[in-house]
């Protein structure tokens, strides 16, 4: 028989915003797994939902409880997973256990709801057309430095979760990265009783983390500006470069379009204008 895996979101704070069809999938699992099986107790409770089988699965038994889950499964069982808050599987257990009941043939279907990182991202003001999202970043090390950097260099607006204990650190080391200048949001708190949004520069955001916020912490930090259109004389040092070594003017004008950003049409015609070289014919 095959059964079903079933993820659902849970309220990120305002326990009103947990869905009905997320009420009735509780109602119905023969098993719940949940991060703390006491945090979720209260929100079944909250729910009128009494009698649920609870299970803990957290970063440490995930791949241990993936083998009973399955063994359920295969008698039909329809099993919910739940995290403290939000998503599974969005920085927080769940993505293993996915894995291994889609591999053993079972079927993985989601009640959707709420999201820190988008409920964050769509009230910042921030571009939310393109976005990425990093979790929590390493706390030390050339890991760390590597995913600041990249973040520094990113054209979409990021996304990163983070404790009010480490807020001020790493906001100070993006304004080093990214410059003092660049814009951000912190969401602090979001949906309960002192849901903050802080706007304003990475500098700016500095000075107020000196306050040390409490609370959970969303950090929405804007992209990076494109760079300056590439000039005609840019174009053509670069084409030169190409055409010393040996490259036709066509496959000159193709490789300095794609490194520059700049069209394939007009590159060849600035390569056409270059004494010599070979052009190809059409």
């Known amino acids: 028989m095959t059964g079903v895996l079933v993820l659902i979101a849970t309220p990120i704070g305002n326990l009103g915003d947990l869905a009905p069809r997320a009420v009735e999938e509780l109602q119905a699992a023969s098993l719940v797994c949940c991060e703390d099986t006491r945090r979720t107790g209260r929100l079944l409770a909250h729910a009128g939902i009494d009698g649920a089988r609870l299970k803990r699965v957290d970063d440490h038994t995930e791949a241990r409880a993936a083998d009973a889950v399955i063994e359920l499964l295969a008698t039909g069982a329809r099993v919910a997973l739940v995290s403290d808050a939000g998503t599974p599987g969005i920085s927080d257990p769940g993505a293993r256990l996915v894995d291994a009941v889609l591999d053993a043939g079972h079927e993985v279907t989601v009640v959707p709801g709420p999201v820190a990182a988008v409920a964050a991202l769509v009230a910042s003001g921030l571009p939310a057309d393109r976005f990425v999202f990093e979790g ?21 607006t990021s996304i990163v979760y983070e404790s009010p204990n480490r807020i001020g650190a790493t906001l100070a080391a993006l304004a080093e990265v990214c410059g003092v200048d660049r814009r951000a949001v912190v969401a602090r708190e979001l949906t309960k009783l002192h849901e903050e949004f802080v706007r304003g520069s990475l500098g700016e955001l500095v000075e107020w983390a000196s306050t040390t916020p409490k609370g959970e912490i969303v950090l929405v930090v804007e992209g990076a500006a494109a760079p300056p259109a590439a000039t005609d004389e840019q174009i053509v040092d670069a084409l030169r470069g190409r055409l010393e070594a040996g490259s036709s003017k066509r496959d000159a004008a ?29």
């Open 136 to 156: 929590f970043l390493p706390r030390k090390g050339r890991e760390r430095g590597e995913r600041l950097a990249s973040i520094a260099s990113e054209r979409r």
């Open 254 to 282: 193709d490789s300095v379009a794609a490194d520059l950003g700049v069209g394939r049409r007009r590159a060849y015609q600035l390569a056409l204008g270059i004494p010599g070289g070979v052009t190809p014919p059409s």
